[in-house]
Nanobody, 122 residues
């Protein structure tokens, strides 16, 4: 059975930096797609950044130029380096893994971690 475990969440001041990590365990860890999602109270879970097995990364507009997603397939890990943090970056961050489906290559995530809390204070 495959598991994803996040770590690195913390309380940090606005303008600061933080790095989240996601470690995968189990068999068959060649995930086509991995991502970081974020959920704040009263909001839907949203994708922050995703990265393909070959390292192609995409970001939601609000974190471009501030966050960097990376993965190490040999070590079975993924990171999210966050800089210039803002209060609106606060939330529970989830690591997810999945693949693209169909001709339109729709991303589908079927494996999730338990989440790690990031709180950005003024």
């Amino acid at each position: 059975q495959v598991h994803l475990v996040e770590s690195g969440g913390a309380l940090v001041q606005a303008g600061g930096s933080l790095t989240l990590s996601c470690a995968a365990s189990g068999n068959d860890l060649s995930f086509e797609l991995m991502a970081w999602f974020r959920q704040s109270p009263g909001t839907r879970r949203e994708v922050v950044a995703d990265i393909t097995y070959n390292g192609k990364a995409t970001y939601t507009d609000s974190v471009k130029e501030r966050f960097t997603i990376s993965r190490d397939n040999a070590k079975k890990t993924m990171e999210l380096q966050m800089t210039e943090l803002k209060r609106e970056d606060s939330g529970v961050y989830y690591c997810a893994a999945g693949q693209f489906f169909g001709h339109d290559r729709i991303p589908k995530y079927d494996l999730w971690g338990q989440g790690t809390q990031v709180t950005v204070s003024a």
